[in-house]
């Protein structure tokens, strides 16, 4: 979900703010700090697919979704993709919201006991894909893919044998569709899913959020086995891990600008939600995190302000 954005704006995280604001998080006691001129805005968040909250298109105001498991606001801010909690019809689907109208339609994905999820939008906004599982012996496995045209307000499935059992699908910054495979990762086709290039050892992707950094030279992952540190970075185009970072994020919500991630850290026996430098250092703190509420499954979703 996170998308485009200059070098030249990691100098905002150095700059005088010219407001600063702290938004609060209803259902999960969090406090989340903003100023203006961040490069990212706090847009959606949850518990898992219990509770979602949607961020009004304007303000700071915070509403829960009951109808919703998921939500992601588009990279251009006009659209919202939404997955319902339940089927309609024995059908799965993607709910679009306009932002400017609030008119939803609703696109069919996949036939139940199939499920299409976990919402990942190209960077133009025009397409989405989500991940099609199903269960196997009581435990979820990706099964395919579903790719939305947001225009057309339609969806073409394939199905896909051979997937790592946690594998998602999530957009390149060129249009492939990239899922984690044993210990690395691969490319396909997102026309019909075909293999066109694989990272085998490159460590696995961050996730959930955008693992490429908003030039699209950048790709987080997590260090492999052999390396000590935790967070690596690599040439998507190649495979190369370019850069070893010595941090151990809890997790990463993609990437505030190209020199810095939001990353979940330790602390005090707790968790915070902090801007985190290349360099593995924190230079700024965006909330406090009580621990009940980040193994209460927190998700958040950013969109580039």
């Not at 991940?131 to 199905?159: I, L, S, Y």
């Amino acid at each position: 979900m996170l998308a485009h954005i200059a070098i030249a704006l990691s100098m905002t995280l150095l700059a005088p703010a010219a407001t600063a604001g702290t938004v609060p998080l209803p259902g999960v006691r969090v406090s989340y700090t903003e100023q203006t001129g961040d490069p990212v805005r706090l847009s959606a968040y949850g518990l898992g697919t219990k509770s979602t909250y949607l961020r009004a298109r304007t303000g700071a105001a915070f509403t829960r979704q009951p109808a919703l498991a998921e939500a992601a606001v588009s990279p251009d801010g006009r659209t919202v993709a939404g997955v319902p909690g339940t089927y309609r019809a024995g059908f799965d689907a993607l709910l679009l919201t306009d932002r400017a109208t609030g008119a939803t339609r609703r696109v069919r994905t996949v036939a139940k006991p199939l499920t299409a999820s976990y919402v990942s939008w190209t960077r133009d906004s025009k397409q989405v894909v989500l991940t099609v599982e199903r269960k196997v012996a009581g435990r979820w496995q990706a099964a395919g893919f579903t790719v939305v045209d947001v225009a057309a307000g339609t969806a073409r499935t394939v199905r896909l044998s051979g997937l790592d059992r946690g594998a998602s699908f999530w957009w390149s910054p060129d249009g492939k569709l990239v899922a984690r495979h044993n210990g690395g990762l691969r490319t396909h086709r997102a026309t019909d899913g075909a293999v066109i290039g694989a990272h085998p050892s490159i460590g696995l992707p961050t996730g959930p959020e955008d693992s490429y950094s908003p030039s699209g030279r950048r790709l987080a992952v997590w260090c492999p086995a052999r390396f000590r540190e935790g967070l690596c970075l690599a040439d998507p185009a190649t495979g190369r891990i370019a850069r070893r970072v010595a941090v151990q994020p809890v997790a990463l919500f993609g990437w505030w600008d190209e020199n810095h991630v939001i990353a979940v850290m330790t602390h005090r026996g707790d968790y915070r939600l902090a801007v985190l430098g290349l360099d593995g250092k924190v230079t700024r703190v965006l909330a406090p995190i009580p621990r009940r509420t980040w193994t209460a499954s927190l998700w958040l979703g950013f969109t580039r302000a």
